[in-house]
């Protein structure tokens, strides 16, 4: 692995969002949370569910294919990738990676629901999706 994440400069993707008239305080709680959960994965090498404001800056990574496929490599290794699995809510591998959120958050003293379904529509509720290390060949084969 060459770089971590918190040498990657994000600024790019943190005023693409603005640019799209995202409030610049809601862009940098954002990009906190999620680099909360990048930090976690680069750390583990586990799978993290995403609370709403992590996935709406992961969104913003993943659409930057390049840009993705560059940071993964850089952070993971090559031929590996930060996944997204935008299907994986309310599943027991769900289930796993809401703890591990919870964990990862708790570390910097932000306390996340035990229960994910009992707090939705608030900026660090579950969203639906999970962010995971992947191999780029496996998940080619899938």
Known sequence: ???RVANIDFSTYKQAMLDKGVPQAEVDACWADLLILLHATEDTGLAHAMTEGADKALHELVSDT???LRISAAVLGAGRVLAHDPRAYGTPAFDLTWERTRAAFARHGVDLPADYRSDVGNFRSAATCL????GIAELQAA
Not at 131 to 134: A, E, Q, W
Request: aromatic share 10%; no cysteine.
């Open 1 to 3: 692995m060459g770089i």
């Open 66 to 68: 390049a840009g993705l």
């Open 131 to 134: 962010v995971f290390p992947g």
